[in-house]
Antibody, heavy 117, light 111 residues
Framework: QVQLQESGPGLVKPSETLSLTCTVSGGSISNFYWSWFWQPPGKGLEWIGYVYYNGNTNYNPSFKGRVTISVDTSSNQFSLNLSSVTTADTAVYYC???????????WGQGTLVTVSS | QSALTQPRSVSGSPGQSVTLSCTGTSSDVGGYKYVSWYQQHPGKAPKLMIYDVSERPSGVPDRFSGSKSGNTASLTISGLQAEDEADYYCFSYAGSYTYVVFGGGTKLTVL
């Protein structure tokens, strides 16, 4: 059974970089679109971007310029970096396994990141 | 502003059927057979309920069904149960450049 687990700081200061890692267990990281989502409090889900297992990336234009997603196949992990954060970036962040068709079959439990001084 | 339009709320009584809609364009919903639906209970991660318009992952009850007509996809839940009360999101593949677009979610209330 594939499992995903997010990890990283729960509190980040404004203007700093938010960094999260997703560890994949129970399956290979190959041939999937490893994605990050966010969900601000009380709001809907939004796709941030993906990294393909070969390192190719694609980002939601809303985040372009601030987001970097990378993969470490040797560790079965992929990571999210979101720079210059503001309080508006406070959200629950989810990692998920994506298919070519844009469906996401496995999700992490989510991690709340608060941006505050 | 989400690319796909979903009603903000829908309600139904136990045992009834409800249909949730998801409207896009010919560049996403209408252009591909790749619409997926997700159920999210409060404080929980989303769960894939339907993929490729009408396919159900293993373990999802057959009370959940998906369809598409033109630029609008639909999720129908028959025999509504209390545990179906949740938020539902639709996603659609939108080509290799955009990859995926999504709706703002529908809150389903079981009366």
């Amino acid at each position: 059974q594939v499992q995903l687990q997010e990890s990283g700081p729960g509190l980040v200061k404004p203007s700093e970089t938010l960094s999260l890692t997703c560890t994949v267990s129970g399956g290979s990281i190959s041939n999937f679109y490893w994605s990050w989502f966010w969900q601000p409090p009380g709001k809907g889900l939004e796709w941030i971007g993906y990294v393909y297992y070969n390192g190719n990336t694609n980002y939601n234009p809303s985040f372009k310029g601030r987001v970097t997603i990378s993969v470490d196949t040797s560790s079965n992990q992929f990571s999210l970096n979101l720079s210059s954060v503001t309080t508006a970036d406070t959200a629950v962040y989810y990692c998920a396994r994506g298919k070519y068709s844009g469906s996401f079959d496995y999700w992490g439990q989510g991690t709340l990141v608060t941006v505050s001084s | 502003q989400s690319a796909l339009t979903q009603p903000r709320s829908v309600s139904g009584s136990p045992g009834q059927s409800v249909t949730l809609s998801c409207t896009g364009t010919s560049s996403d919903v209408g252009g591909y057979k790749y619409v997926s639906w997700y159920q999210q209970h409060p404080g929980k991660a989303p769960k894939l309920m339907i993929y490729d318009v009408s396919e159900r992952p293993s373990g999802v009850p057959d009370r959940f069904s998906g369809s598409k007509s033109g630029n609008t996809a639909s999720l129908t839940i028959s025999g509504l149960q209390a545990e179906d009360e949740a938020d539902y999101y639709c996603f659609s593949y939108a080509g290799s450049y955009t990859y995926v677009v999504f709706g703002g979610g529908t809150k389903l209330t079981v009366l």
